[in-house]
């Protein structure tokens, strides 16, 4: 399995000053080139653990380790520079707000995805993922040119630009109409199979969450999903 979760934590102190607890999850594991889509109220918890897999957020105790190759990385044990690091290089992130930079065209920032892995930019690949979604007469305008929809197609294609391992899609669909949000998911999943990326996609959409082979929700899980704050 290229991902396990194992004795995951997290707390937060609320404005009262208490403590509250919003993961603990005893054990999630993602197969290799698994899709898996995660489900849960709002507020329980889901954009957390998403930031915790990723390593953008350290967890108050337990392991997150994937496995490459023949070699193991729990990332909880390494600084934020190196878990910064080890995203760039192998986690792919798409969120429900694209994050594109205004002054790049959709080519730069792909390439610029690439920039995080510390790895020489591979521009044919840029264009070659622009191609796959839809975008290589697009490659050279702006984000203010682009459709919302065109705009997290560049998103994802930004996601897909260092060969991640893992996926971790957090509501890429939420802003799409129904047609665009199709065609997001379809190149999400098309993409992750071109590139042997097991995927882990969270949203509320039942028309999303029901095409993915495994389907999990939040409280299945996370023992501290209910009533937790994400």
């Known amino acids: 399995m290229p991902l396990l979760a194992s004795n995951l934590r997290k707390s937060w102190t609320d404005p009262a000053g208490a403590e509250r607890s ?97 790895r020489r930019a591979d521009r044919q690949w840029a264009r070659h993922l622009l191609a796959e979604v839809g975008l290589s007469d697009r490659e050279h305008d702006r984000p203010r040119r682009l459709s919302v929809g065109q705009q997290q197609r560049v998103a994802v294609a930004r996601a897909m630009a260092n060969r991640p391992r893992v996926v971790l899609a957090d509501e890429p669909t939420g802003a799409l109409d129904p047609d665009a949000a199709q065609a997001t998911l379809d190149l999400i999943r098309s993409l992750c199979v071109e590139a042997g990326a097991s995927l882990l996609l969270v949203s509320h959409d039942r028309r999303i969450t029901g095409q993915l082979p495994r389907c999990l929700d939040l409280s299945e899980v996370n023992r501290s999903a209910k009533g937790a704050t994400a």
């Open 22 to 118: 919003v993961i603990d999850i005893e054990r999630l594991e993602i197969a290799d080139g698994e899709h898996v889509a995660l489900t849960g109220a709002s507020g329980s918890g889901k954009t957390t653990l998403l930031h915790l897999l990723a390593g953008i957020l350290a967890p108050d105790s337990g392991a997150i380790t994937y496995e490459l190759g023949t070699a193991s990385v729990d990332i909880t044990g390494l600084s934020e520079s190196r878990r910064d690091v080890f995203r760039g290089r192998h986690i792919g992130c798409i969120f429900q707000s694209h994050h594109l930079l205004p002054a790049f065209t959709a080519l730069e920032n792909v390439l610029l995805g690439m920039s995080f892995s510390g």
